[in-house]
């Protein structure tokens, strides 16, 4: 007489591929903290620049360097700003007379490319404007020495001008309204102890700035 003997349970094995070799969608679907990760560092990149747009100008005494003044902007190697409070500044913006500016900054963000800013006090208590000119730095021209978003120029420079930009801030650094850009030809030297810019846009808007330092 045969012996029954008694049937042998074996552990359940893994998921069988489905014919194709594609794993089951269901496995594939993010989870909650995956989607949250990926929202924080959306937001990050959204909120980066417009800190940079809410922080125009750290004021500077009248003649007082300061290289690199007010919050770091660039990155070791060669961006950044530099900064100068002026023994004299003036500038016009468009379609209105010459006026005085208090200090000057250059901004180095992009290679090859030059910001000069003309910072001068606004209509309001506490406000502040901005003649931006951005041109590209001829073929002679040294670059700003930058560490840490820090910069100090490195010798006489010039750049030929490819727009300009008149921006406004409120006493709290807010920008009042968008600003205004002119494509525009024209050209800016610097030297060790001066700047001067002049520029034309195709509409006839033009501008003229210079500072010592």
Known sequence: ???????????????????????????????????????????ALVATPLLGFALPYTAAGSGDRQPGSGTPSGLDGGFGHWQSGTRSCSRNLAGAPKGACQAVQLDQQVEGLLSVRFIAPGTQKDSLNQLIVVGLLQAHSSPLRCQQGRCQPAGALSTLVSSVSERSFDGRGLAQGLPKTWMASGSCQVEATSVRCQAEAPGGEHWQASASF
Do not use: I
């Not at 012996?3 to 893994?14: K, Y």
């Open 1 to 43: 007489m045969a012996v029954s003997r008694p049937r042998q349970e074996l552990p359940p094995g893994p998921t069988p591929t489905p014919k194709g070799g594609c794993p089951d969608p269901a496995r594939l679907r993010p989870t909650r903290e995956v989607l949250l990760g990926f929202g924080l560092a959306g937001l």
